[in-house]
């Protein structure tokens, strides 16, 4: 439960965490996962 808080709330989780859900959910992390670096949330952010 506390992972998925963790992903609600934009939040770090381990990787033993993603590869947990992939195995739950029969899928590979880019299904879950999108990168976007810091200076394009940081923007994101103060708009």
């Given at each position: 439960?506390?992972?998925?808080?963790?992903?609600?709330?934009?939040?770090?989780?381990?990787?033993?965490?993603?590869?947990?859900?992939?195995?739950?959910?029969?899928?590979?992390?880019g299904d879950?996962?999108?990168y976007?670096?810091?200076?394009?949330?940081?923007?994101?952010?103060?708009?």
């Amino acid at each position: 439960m506390d992972t998925l808080i963790h992903l609600l709330d934009g939040k770090r989780i381990t990787t033993d965490s993603i590869a947990a859900l992939c195995e739950a959910l029969n899928c590979q992390p880019g299904d879950l996962l999108e990168y976007v670096p810091d200076t394009e949330a940081t923007e994101r952010d103060t708009e």
